[in-house]
C-alpha cells in the first residue's frame, strides 16, 4: 500500500463525560454532531490526515469515557500519547474544577515530551455559561497550555485545536522525525493496514480497542 502520510501521532482526550469530547472529535473527522448523548464505553478513536508545515501528519485520537468506571481502562492509554486535549463544559463548573484531576492523573503516567491543551468546549450555549473565558485562560497558563473555546455543535475552533495540539507535538519531535523521515515506509506501510476507524461507537469496536 502507498504511504500516505509521513508521521503519524497519538493524541488522547480527556475530561468528565458529558463534555463533548466525543462529539468535537466527530465534528472533526466526520462533519457530524449528534443532539444525543450515548457515553463512551472504554476508549475509541478515529483518524485524520493533516498537513502541516509541508509534513503529511496522521493522527490517531483516542476518545475516552469520561464516567469513573472506565478509569481503569483509560488509564493504561495515558503513557501512549504524544499530545493531550483536556475538556471541560463551559456550562459545567464541576467539569471544569476537575481538570486538575485529569492533569494529575496523567502527567503522573504519560512521558515528560507529551503536549497538552485546555479546552473549554459547548461555547454556542451562552446563557448557560459557568465558567468565564478568564477562568479557562488562567488554568491553561497556569500549567503552561495554549487555550480554546470550542463548540461542536457549532463547529467553532474544532480544527483549530485539534491542528494547534498535532503542530506542538510534530515541534517537539521534529528532530526525531527529521532523522527518520527516509527510513520510516515500512513500518507505516504495516500501520496503515492497521489504521482503519472503528467507526460510531459500535459494541464490537469498543471491544476491539479495549482487547488491546
Ligand atoms: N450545545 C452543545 N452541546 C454539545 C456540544 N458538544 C457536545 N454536546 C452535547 O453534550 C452531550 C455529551 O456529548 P459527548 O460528546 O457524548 O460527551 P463525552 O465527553 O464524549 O462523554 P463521555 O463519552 O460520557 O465521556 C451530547 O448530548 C452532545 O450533543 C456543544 O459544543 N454544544
Ligand atoms: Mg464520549
Excluded at 448523548?37 to 476518545?63: A, N, P
Excluded at 504524544?82 to 503516567?109: H, L, P
Excluded at 468546549?121 to 470550542?150: H, I, W
Aim: net charge negative; with cysteine; glycine share 6%.
Amino acid at each position: 500500500m502507498a504511504k500516505q502520510y509521513d508521521v503519524l501521532f497519538r493524541l488522547l482526550m480527556f475530561g468528565d463525560s458529558g463534555v463533548g469530547k466525543t462529539s468535537m472529535l466527530r465534528r472533526f473527522t466526520e462533519s457530524e454532531f449528534e443532539s444525543s448523548h450515548i457515553s463512551t464505553i472504554g476508549v475509541d478513536f478515529k483518524m485524520k490526515t493533516l498537513e502541516i508545515d509541508g509534513v503529511q501528519v496522521r493522527v490517531q485520537i483516542w476518545d475516552t469515557a469520561g464516567q469513573e468506571r472506565y478509569q481503569t481502562i483509560t488509564k493504561q492509554y495515558y503513557r501512549r500519547a504524544q499530545g493531550i486535549i483536556f475538556v471541560y463544559d463551559i456550562t459545567n463548573a464541576s467539569s471544569f474544577q476537575r481538570i486538575s484531576k485529569w492533569v494529575g492523573d496523567v502527567d503522573e503516567f504519560s512521558p515528560h515530551r507529551v503536549q497538552r491543551i485546555l479546552v473549554g468546549n459547548k461555547t454556542d450555549e451562552k446563557p448557560n455559561r459557568q465558567v468565564s473565558q478568564e477562568q479557562g485562560k488562567t488554568l491553561a497558563k497556569s500549567y503552561g497550555m495554549d487555550f480554546f473555546e470550542t463548540s461542536a455543535s457549532a463547529n467553532t475552533n474544532i480544527t483549530e485545536s485539534f491542528t494547534r495540539v498535532t503542530e506542538l507535538v510534530l515541534q517537539a519531535h521534529k528532530s526525531d522525525i527529521d532523522n527518520l523521515i527516509g527510513s520510516l515506509d515500512e513500518y507505516l506501510d504495516r500501520v496503515a493496514l492497521e489504521e482503519e476507524s472503528p467507526g460510531p461507537q459500535s459494541e464490537s469496536s469498543a471491544q476491539r480497542t479495549c482487547a488491546c
